[in-house]
T-cell receptor, first 114, second 110 residues
């Protein structure tokens, strides 16, 4: 158990719809990173939030957006869903108070776009 | 650019030892993580190396050579539950981001 939770566990949407995925970080972890992982691939970095501000972004279009809240929770929003958005979405929390910045992952949300 | 290379698949026998290699090219290297990921589950932290040398943690050990851009994960006394994907992730840059490889899928056979 990493102390990181995500909801929902599974989600089915249709093309063009919008989705919000949620993550609750470990208490005291001020950094959250979001990843997209397609089957058989490594995690692809979407973006990172540090103290409620975006702190780096991967190669994802603007329809992927996020928020981080003061209570260590965060959201990933995806607009205008496409079939290729079907993947496992992972959030990982870490703390800048720990020199290694080890990231601890939540169980993920499996998104299927039909 | 940034690049990570590890074997796609490996097979080993229960009770044996297996070494999973990883070579990387990154700018602003800080350290290197190894994660284990079972099918359908999230990655779980195994080890972190920042200095050259071997870090031992039970049945798992991880080695790093910063000058060669090389790391390996050594798994001893393999168990069936070790069948999983093993992800090498260098940490780089001022913002200490992780760069993920595709992972090595390890199958442990009886």
């Amino acid at each position: 158990e990493t102390g990181v939770t995500q909801s929902p566990t599974h989600l089915i949407k249709t093309r063009g719809q919008q989705v919000t995925l949620r993550c609750s970080s470990q208490s005291g972890h001020n950094t959250v990173s979001w990843y997209q992982q397609a089957l058989g691939q490594g995690p692809q970095f979407i973006f990172q939030y540090y103290r409620e501000e975006e702190n780096g972004r991967g190669n994802f279009p603007p329809r992927f957006s996020g928020l981080q809240f003061p209570n260590y929770s965060s959201e990933l929003n995806v607009n205008a869903l496409e079939l290729d958005d079907s993947a496992l979405y992972l959030c990982a929390s870490s703390s800048d108070r720990v020199s290694t910045d080890t990231q601890y992952f939540g169980p993920g949300t499996r998104l299927t776009v039909l | 650019g940034q690049n990570i290379d590890q074997p796609t698949e490996m097979t080993a026998t229960e009770g044996a030892i297996v070494q999973i290699n990883c070579t990387y090219q990154t700018s602003g290297f800080n350290g290197l993580f190894w994660y284990q990921q079972h099918a359908g589950e999230a990655p779980t932290f195994l080890s972190y190396n920042v200095l050259d040398g071997l870090e031992e943690k039970g049945r798992f050990s991880s080695f790093l050579s910063r000058s060669k851009g090389y790391s390996y994960l050594l798994l001893k006394e393999l168990q069936m539950k070790d069948s999983a994907s093993y992800l090498c992730a260098p940490q780089a840059g001022n913002n200490r981001k992780l760069i993920w490889g595709l992972g090595t899928s390890l199958a442990v056979n009886p």
